[in-house]
Structures are given as C-alpha cells and as structure tokens.
C-alpha cells in the first residue's frame, strides 16, 4: 500500500497532449472518480480521501510523508456526500439514503455522520446514543461544524427532537456528539421554528436564525453584549436573510442581506456590542464569501468562465496567484487547507486534466500531485473546453462551454446540446463526464448559460422569469444557429441532453420546439409543470418559500394557470417531432419518477417513438456507479442510433 500512495505522490503531470489512436473505454468516463474529498489535517501531515474501485467505496487515511496508513472504512456502495477532520484524530464521514423520518419529513435525501477513530481505526455512528432524556432523529438537519466541549472532540449540529408522545410536535435544537463514541447532547434547545445555528468551536452560540411559518416572519437572534437578543425582523419569504459567519476580527456576525437597489445579496456587518448592522462589505457583485474553521471570514470567490479566489490576507493571496500561475485557463477549486494556509490542496480540472487533486507546500514553494480522479483517462483522452459568447435572438448575451471531439476539425460536426439543471445554477469550465463521453465519441457538445443561470447577476436571472418554454429554451436553440452559421458544426445533425431541468428542455426541445432537434435524452425530467407544482404544494405549502420561488420564476399566477399546461411537454406529446429517451432513477425524491413514466405513456399513446431507462435504486444525482454507467451507454447507443457521429 505504501509504495502505491508514493507513486502516487511522485509529482505533477506533464501538460503535453497529443492524440490516441483510439477512444478510452466509456466506463473511464462515467465511472465514479477514483479519488474524491480529499481533506488535509490542520497540521498538514495526515490526509483523508474516498477511493471508488468497481462502485465500492473507501475511506482512507494516511501520512503525506511517507503514505503510512493510518485507518482504513470500507463503505461499500454508500452514498458518501463529504469527509471532514473532526479533530486531530477523528475523520467524519457524511452519508447520505433515500428514506424518511415518521410523522416529520417526506421521503427524502436524508444525511448521517460516521466518526473514525485514526487511532484505533473503529467507527462508529454518530448520533446514534443518547446521553440525556432527550432523544434525536439520527440525521443531521443542518451542516456540522467541530470543536470540543470539557476537553472532548464534538461535532455540532442542528438535529430533529420528536416527541414520541405527540408524533409531529418536533423542534429543531442545536445539539452536540461526542465524536469518540457517538454520544448526543442538547447543547441548545431550540423551537419549531429554529432554522440555523451560529456557534464557535468552544461552544459558545452566537446567533440563531428563526422563520415564523404562521406570521412568514425571518427573525435574527444575537449575542450582543453577552447575552442573545432578536436584531433583526423582516418578513420576505423569497428574499430573506442569511447568517453567515463573522468578520475577520470575530467582533460582528456577517449576514447576507437583500440589496434590493442592486438586486443581490450583500454580505453586511452586524456589531455584537451594539446590535446595529454597519455597511455592506463587499461590492455589488455575486459572489461567495469564503470562511475558516472558526467561521471567520477570510476572502470570497467569484465565478466566471473560471473561478478566482479574492484573500484578505497576504499569506493566502500569495499563495493562491502562485497556484493560479502554474495552471493557467483550468477550473482551479481549493478543497483543503491547513488553518495557516502553509498547505493546501487544489482540485484542477479542464482541458487535459480529468481532474487532478494538488498539494502546494508554501514552505518549500513545491506543488506535488496527490491523486488523480481517473486515472484510466490521459491528457489526450479529454476533450478542449471553450468558452463562448452569443447573442440570444433578443440581443441578450449568453455565455456558453463547448466542449470539442479530439482529433477532429471543428468544421460540420454534430452536435449535442446539454442544458443544465437548475434552472438557477450554471454550468463551468471544468471535466463533465456527460460532456466529456460524448465528445470522446465524435460530438461536439454545447452548454450554455441560459438566462436564469446563476453568476451572471440578478437582471439575467429576473430575464429567466415567466420564460419556461420560451426564451430559455430559444437561448439553447440560437446557440445551435451560432454555431452552424460559423461552419463548427451540421444544423442538421443536432440531438438534445439534459438533466432535471436541462431533461425538461431536452423534452421541450421536441414537443414546443420542432426542426431542431433530431433526438431527445430526458434524465429526470420534469415533464409535467402543473403535476410538478401540485407536487410541491402537498409536500410544503402554497405559502412556502419554494412554492413562491417556481411560482415567480415560471410565471404562473396559480394552478389553475393554463401556462403551467402551455409549458408541460407532456401536454403536447402528440407534437414530439424526434425519438425520445427517458432516464430516471426510481429513488428519485427531487423530480418523481412518474414524470417519466407519465411522458412515456403520452408519446406512446400519441405513437411517438419513445424508449424509457428505469434506474434501480438510484436517487436524482445518478450517485451509483452501475447507474451512471447503464445511463451512459444507453444515452450513447441512442445517439449514435438517431444522430451518428461519423
């Protein structure tokens, strides 16, 4: 095992590409990555990671100087969502599974913790014992942060407390586990309507936030001269505030307001001697504020065609322009790094780099490769990204990745068009398997940045709104037009593939649209809007920010809206104008899985070509290995059947 980890600390690979004679299998691209979360220590000699061989899953941990192991999990096919350094010597492994908690959630994506002991190498399940009278659901209901309490390594976390007597009178209170033996304490009783804990590693609770479900109203408490007290009340379902962290001398709490002059969130100062907010810290801009582990602020992020780091500290400045400089026009993400920042770890991606993890050691100024994601793929395996820009066919600019096929000349190729999920996310300049399988085969691939897309400001997320079936749909078409009228790729060989909403589009691209599109991939789609939005309603409300959020962003006034069927591909299967592949998980909790199965029978009864992929136990992220390879290879015997390549 040493010897395996030491040639996999050898050193950086070399940036030259060429060409293969042939393609790497498809499973090297779809299969899960072979290493993943990777995470320093905070003395920077230990690292932890997951490793995947076959879809099995393992947790490792081991010395950076010599690659010793420390303490080995084995997980098999779980669905490992992080790993974290609880304390020097407790690795915490977060995991998540489809199910439900009686009387109190849906079934849903539900996460639990598992501690390892790198000393012992046992694990045990946190949560799982109780240490008071008071019981717990065993999930977290929010996201952990550690410390210690009477000397003890703890992680800390929001948690469900349901009364066994009184099934569904539950509260959210801020508990804490001791991380040797799973043991759980209430470290602050909360209420109903508890939604977010603030708290240092000694445990101190600086700031709750609270939402009234009966009155809609956001409320802020803080620990302002010593004692907890409520500082700020706004009732704005849509727009409501966020507690971040605090400033960089632990003196004022950050939380993100709306600045509804400029239409975005403002990171803004809240004194905790004084109780009063103080101007916004950062620019107009939509960015991400960045913060250690002791919630501290320490920077923000910006995203891009790539993403930046912007450090208010010397230290961390110079050493992220010196990570920026050796890896010029990749998606560089900092995933891990000693509280100093004397260590850290990157994760590069882009073209010719599949994804590769990165140590730089500031001390000696050396970089050296720690493990790479797939290591079955060369630098000539992955395909060119670039970024480009077009004009909407209302003069509105879209940005947009295309990813090329090796080997070949950018001049009538076919064409793939992958609209992301979301709406309101965006795609990056990094490896995306989808894309990169494809373009493997011989396909140009399209992602672009529709309006609505996230990281473009507000004014183009508001230009998304009531555009379902639209002009966000056109945005993908008048890419298809950019490009053909540049001779890159054959208007007549062009398919569709999406996910979530990128499978809504995929479906609309044939049922509102026609003539574009020569076939049609579905991953979890929404293929009903009314069915969709009636869907919501009976899991939250009509009053619930998510309800309210689709209700702006579609554009619907209520369910009785005739928009929510004008915009549901299922309601026109009868004008589907190309074959069309349907792909979805049966644990889907995010988009049902009777989407698909009500749009295969549409277009069947409609005697439209129509095939339909049923993933077995697989949730709406396609997080199995089994699972993303059955999608790939059925994806690509569909294309290549309708569209082909060559």
């Excluded at 992080?82 to 439900?100: C, F, L, Q, Y």
């Excluded at 727009?239 to 403002?266: C, F, H, K, M």
């Excluded at 076919?414 to 493997?440: C, E, K, N, T, Y």
Aim: hydrophobic share 40%; aromatic share 8%.
């Amino acid at each position: 095992m040493r010897n395996r980890v030491l040639a996999a600390l050898a050193g950086i690979m070399a940036l030259g590409v060429c060409i293969t004679a042939s393609a790497a299998p498809i499973e090297a691209y779809s299969r899960l990555p072979a290493m993943s979360n990777v995470r320093l220590s905070d003395n920077g000699q230990n690292v932890a990671y997951v490793t995947s061989r076959d879809g099995q899953l393992r947790v490792m941990v081991q010395q950076l100087s010599d690659g010793a192991a420390l303490a080995v999990l084995d997980l098999g096919d779980a669905k490992i969502r992080d790993v974290e350094w609880g304390s020097p010597n407790h690795v915490v492994i977060i995991v998540s599974s489809t199910t439900a908690i009686p009387y109190v959630t849906f079934v849903g994506e539900l996460y639990q913790a598992v501690s390892l002991d790198i000393r012992t190498g046992q694990a045990v399940q946190l949560m799982q014992r109780a240490g008071g009278s008071t019981t717990y659901a065993t999930v977290l209901a929010g996201w952990p942060s550690y410390g210690t309490h009477d000397g003890d390594p703890v992680m800390y976390v929001e948690a469900i407390h349901d009364e066994p007597q009184t099934r569904g009178d539950w509260r959210l209170d801020l508990i804490r586990v001791d991380l040797d033996d799973g043991e759980t304490h209430q470290h602050q009783m909360g209420s109903k309507s508890a939604h977010n804990f603030l708290v240092q590693p000694d445990g101190t609770l600086l700031a709750r936030q609270n939402f009234d479900y009966d009155t809609r109203e956001w409320s802020l408490e803080a620990r302002v001269g010593g004692s907890m007290r409520v500082v700020h009340r706004v009732r704005d379902t849509l727009e409501s505030p966020y507690l971040g962290g605090l400033t960089a001398d632990g003196q004022s709490l950050i939380v993100d307001l709306w600045d509804s002059t400029n239409q975005v969130y403002r990171p803004t100062p809240l004194s905790m001697q004084t109780g009063q907010f103080g101007e916004p810290i950062l620019p107009p801009n939509d960015v991400a504020v960045l913060y250690n582990e002791s919630q501290r602020m320490v920077g923000y992020a910006e995203n891009g065609v790539y993403t930046r780091y912007n450090f208010t500290d010397s230290n961390r400045a110079a050493a992220w322009e010196r990570i920026r400089a050796v890896f010029p026009n990749r998606q560089i993400s900092i995933e891990s790094n000693t509280p100093d920042f004397s260590r850290v770890i990157v994760y590069v991606e882009g073209t010719g780099y599949p994804g590769n993890y990165i140590m730089y050691d500031a001390a000696s100024s050396r970089m050296t490769q720690i493990g790479r994601t797939r290591p079955d793929l060369t630098p000539a395996d992955i395909a060119e990204v670039r970024s480009i820009t077009y004009r909407a066919a209302d003069g509105l600019e879209i940005q947009a990745y295309l990813t090329l096929p090796p080997g070949r000349d950018p001049t009538n190729l076919p064409l793939v068009v992958m609209p992301h999920g979301g709406p309101q996310s965006r795609d990056i300049a990094g490896f995306d398997w989808i894309a990169q399988s494809l373009a493997s085969r011989g396909y140009a691939v399209l992602q672009p940045n529709f309006r609505g897309s996230e990281g473009f400001g507000n004014a183009f997320v508001e230009a998304a709104y009531g555009e379902w079936g639209r002009k966000m749909q056109t945005d993908l078409s008048d890419g298809v037009t950019y490009l053909a009228g540049r001779g890159m790729i054959d208007a007549s060989r062009v398919c569709i593939m999406g996910a979530s909403y990128g499978g809504y589009a995929a479906l609309a691209g044939v049922t509102l649209q026609s003539g574009v599109y020569r076939c049609s991939v579905a991953i979890a789609p929404v293929a009903d809007v009314r069915d969709f939005m009636d869907w919501i309603v009976r899991r939250n409300s009509s009053e619930s920010d998510r309800y309210l959020y689709w209700q702006r962003y579609i554009g619907f006034s209520n369910l009785n809206d005739p928009l929510l069927n004008e915009i549901s591909p299922v309601r026109h299967a009868g004008n589907a104008s190309a074959p069309v592949l349907l792909i979805h998980g049966r644990d889907d909790t995010v988009v049902p899985f009777s989407h698909s199965a009500g749009m295969e029978r549409a277009l069947r009864s409609a005697g439209k070509p129509v095939e339909l992929v049923t993933l077995r136990e697989e949730d709406h992220w396609l997080s199995r290995e089994a699972t993303r390879m059955q999608t790939m290879s059925a994806a690509l015997a569909f294309l290549e059947r309708h569209n082909p390549p060559n």
